[in-house]
């Protein structure tokens, strides 16, 4: 598990928002449901996979989409495969489509947001959705790892079993990585201390570097 701040500061949104994904609360007097949970649980801890569905709607949260239109989404999902997080579940998007796309016209859900779209009478997954399942890393269909930076390139990841689920690469921490290079290590002598490759460290710095001006903006 995550504590909610640290978990938010990974997904890189407000601890606010992630807290209203996962408890739901009252705004303008209207009270809402949650959005990643079924129902509120008075905590603020978060698991693996919340943590990994969370990661799915920090992809939609600059995109004008409606959160009812999601929550509902996700709702329709929950019931058509009857697990707690269906974004957390590779089958939704790999072998069942087809509910996947009546879950998202049931729901009113903009086509422009769409997981899976119908083409020639197949259903096939719509940028959106191939982004989502290739920042993922699953064994079978339960996730083992999320890659953080929105670049596919990128070789950072976050997985729960590896530095107590920080980014690291190839099992060291990013944040490690930076602390060197802030004392004054240059990027090869960093690589060598870590057995990594220079474009590895690289990579490290330029995702630490852009949670920092992130925390700054």
């Known amino acids: ?64 989409v409606q959160m009812t239109e999601l929550r509902k989404f996700i709702d329709e999902l929950r019931e058509r495969f009857g697990v707690p997080y269906p974004l957390a579940d590779r089958r939704p998007l790999v072998s069942g489509r087809n509910l996947v796309y009546d879950a998202q ?16 009478d197949q259903t096939m997954l719509t940028p959106p959705g191939e982004a989502f399942v290739q920042r993922v890393e699953w064994d079978g269909d339960v996730p083992v790892a999320y890659r953080p930076d929105h670049n596919p390139l990128s070789p950072v990841r976050i997985d729960p079993d ?38 590895d460290v690289r990579w490290a710095l330029a995702y630490e570097n852009a949670q920092s001006a992130q925390k700054a903006a």
């Not at 693996?48 to 569905?53: D, M, R, S």
């Not at 016209?105 to 020639?120: C, D, H, P, Q, R």
């Not at 689920?165 to 090869?188: A, F, H, L």
């Open 1 to 64: 598990m995550y504590t909610e701040a640290l978990a938010a500061r990974l997904l890189g949104v407000p601890q606010s928002t992630l807290h209203y994904w996962l408890e739901g609360g009252t705004r303008r007097g209207k009270s809402y449901k949650p959005i990643i949970r079924q129902e509120p649980l008075g905590r603020r801890v978060v698991t693996w996979a919340e943590f990994v569905e969370a990661g799915w709607l920090s992809a939609y949260r600059n995109l004008n």
């Open 105 to 120: 016209t049931s729901a009113k859900l903009g086509v422009e947001f769409y997981l899976v779209s119908v083409i020639n």
């Open 162 to 199: 590896v530095r107590f689920g920080k980014p690291s690469i190839k099992g060291i921490s990013t944040e490690v990585i930076w602390e060197q290079s802030d004392v004054g290590e240059d990027v090869e002598t960093i690589a060598e201390i870590y057995r990594l490759d220079v474009a």
